[in-house]
């Protein structure tokens, strides 16, 4: 499970709280705009800018089915479209995939290429075999000193600090906040593997686009939406769950999978 996992988000750090935002939902029409709540943080994008600017005025979570109710699949499938150009545009920006390739092959995963976007979070991997740290602080040093990056984790997950002690997951693991705007904040993952990658992501994420359903899509932002917020995404619930849920069991709610998370003694709401 853990190779799935990390193909499709390779996050082991907490997000940031959104919990006490409050937003305004841009992409409904006006005459509901102000009546339907929203589903968490929702953005607007202004020609030719660089980052999406957000409104920030009150909070609210949408309790509509969004698979039932067109307004609540409007402003999901936005979002979550915006936040894909976002994330590309920063890619450019930052010049972050030549910067990688100078490591080894790179591959851009998570919800950025699959479209099931909620939050602001970019994953890269790097096939980068026998990688030595020096390596990559040296070749990562541009990013490293942005004045931009306000925190970094970083963990050495090779030889003996292996998670779980398992040989074929060694990577050198960064995670960086970016400001790209004020209050604008990123998440950029970075795995660095110095073994050979234990799955393909790439073949992964295909497979996820090839069983994905206009339904199913729905329920994934919804059920995510509502789930990044928590503070046991992504560590103990992430992606992988939320996928496994709705593609494998048949989950479509929030409450659904809070059925499904305690099934497997995994952490849900309450």
Not at 201 to 216: K, Q, V, Y
Request: charge should be negative; hydrophobic fraction near 35%.
């Amino acid at each position: 499970m853990t190779s799935a996992r990390q193909a499709f988000s390779t996050t082991r750090v907490s997000p940031r709280g959104d919990s006490d935002r409050h937003v305004r939902n841009e992409y409904l029409p006006d005459a509901v705009s102000d009546t339907i709540p929203v589903i968490g943080p929702v953005f607007s994008i202004e020609a030719n800018a660089p980052t999406l600017v957000h409104s920030l005025k009150g909070r609210g979570v949408c309790h509509d089915d969004p698979t039932r109710d067109p307004a609540s699949a409007a402003s999901l499938l936005r979002r979550a479209t915006d936040l894909q150009r976002e994330a590309e545009t920063l890619i450019q920006t930052l010049d972050l995939r030549a910067m990688l390739e100078t490591l080894g092959p790179t591959e851009l995963v998570g919800s950025v290429v699959s479209g099931l976007m909620v939050w602001r979070d970019i994953d890269f991997c790097v096939d980068c075999q026998q990688l030595r740290p020096e390596r990559a602080w040296d070749a990562l040093r541009p990013l490293l000193i942005d004045p931009q990056v306000t925190q970094l984790d970083y963990r050495n997950e090779t030889g003996e600090r292996a998670p779980d002690g398992d040989p074929t997951a060694q990577r050198l693991y960064l995670v960086l906040r970016y400001e790209a705007a004020p209050g604008v904040e990123w998440k950029i993952d970075l795995s660095l593997w110095t073994v050979e990658l234990p799955s393909d992501p790439g073949e992964l994420l295909a497979e996820l686009d090839r069983r994905l359903t206009h339904e199913t899509r729905l329920a994934i932002l919804w059920i995510k939406d509502v789930w990044h917020r928590l503070p046991v995404y992504p560590n103990d619930v992430g992606g992988f769950e939320v996928y496994d849920a709705v593609l494998n069991h048949g989950v479509r709610t929030p409450d659904d999978f809070d059925r499904y998370l305690r099934q497997r003694g995994l952490p849900g709401r309450h």
